[in-house]
């Protein structure tokens, strides 16, 4: 089992620019998850998703848009990509009851300039 | 929302000590607490949790405590080595559902 995937793994972007991160799990599990990590700020959560065709806002939501047309994959969208948005993106997965691990992706380190 | 703050934000041990971080939260609707340990460059990977009807949970050098009339928890790790450096993250999740919460995170440094 390859476990969470995340693809690309680094992206340098310019202002204004578009672009899919992709996420994959082959766990079977229903729910996935968005996070940033800024140094100091931990890992913040932007949108995640308790089922296929379903998602939602997180803590941080503005300027990401998401989709989950499939169970194993997650989309996380910069519409119009900004500075602020450089970060490391990590996709998690988990169980759908409450109080299980969650699984993460090996991150996609993005730039913008 | 639920709000975790982490302290300290770095700490320096040396090898066979004790380290001690300590998160507090703000939801009393908060039921699950697990620690995640990044290393450096990796991903976070869970290494122990705890759930509110449990004061204490022990997996041999690491420990996890509870107080929930104080709103706070604590990650031990006793007889620390170079591989226990890393950055530790705490997390509080409320009952329903399975988001999480995350603190602002902890370098522990291990000095040989």
């Known amino acids: 089992n390859a476990g969470v995937t995340q693809t690309p793994k680094f992206r340098v972007l310019k202002t204004g620019q578009s672009m899919t991160l992709l996420c994959a799990q082959d766990?079977?599990?229903?729910?996935m998850y968005w996070y940033r990590q800024d140094p100091g700020m931990g890992l913040r959560l932007i949108h995640y998703s308790v089922g296929e065709g379903t998602t939602a806002k997180g803590e941080v939501p503005d300027g990401y848009n998401v989709s989950r047309l499939k169970k194993q994959n997650f989309l996380l969208g910069l519409e119009s990509a900004a500075p602020s948005q450089t970060s490391v993106y990590f996709c998690a997965s988990s169980y759908s009851r409450f109080g299980y691990e969650q699984y993460f992706g090996p991150g996609t380190r993005l730039t913008v300039t | 929302g639920e709000n975790v703050e982490q302290h300290p934000s770095t700490l320096s041990v040396q090898e066979g000590d004790s380290a001690v971080i300590k998160c507090t939260y703000s939801?009393?609707?908060?039921?699950?607490f697990p620690w995640y340990k990044q290393e450096l460059g990796k991903r976070p990977q869970l290494i122990i949790d705890i759930r509110s009807n449990v004061g204490e949970k022990k997996d041999q050098r690491i420990a996890v405590t509870l107080n929930k009339t104080a709103k706070h928890f604590s990650l031990h790790i006793t007889e620390t080595q170079p591989e226990d450096s890393a950055v530790y993250f705490c997390?509080?999740?409320?009952?329903?559902?399975?988001?999480?919460?995350f603190g602002g995170g902890t370098r522990l440094m291990v000095k040989p």
């Open positions: 997390a509080a999740s409320p009952d329903a559902g399975n988001m999480l919460t």
């Open positions: 939801d009393s609707a908060s039921n699950y």
């Open positions: 766990m079977n599990h229903e729910y």
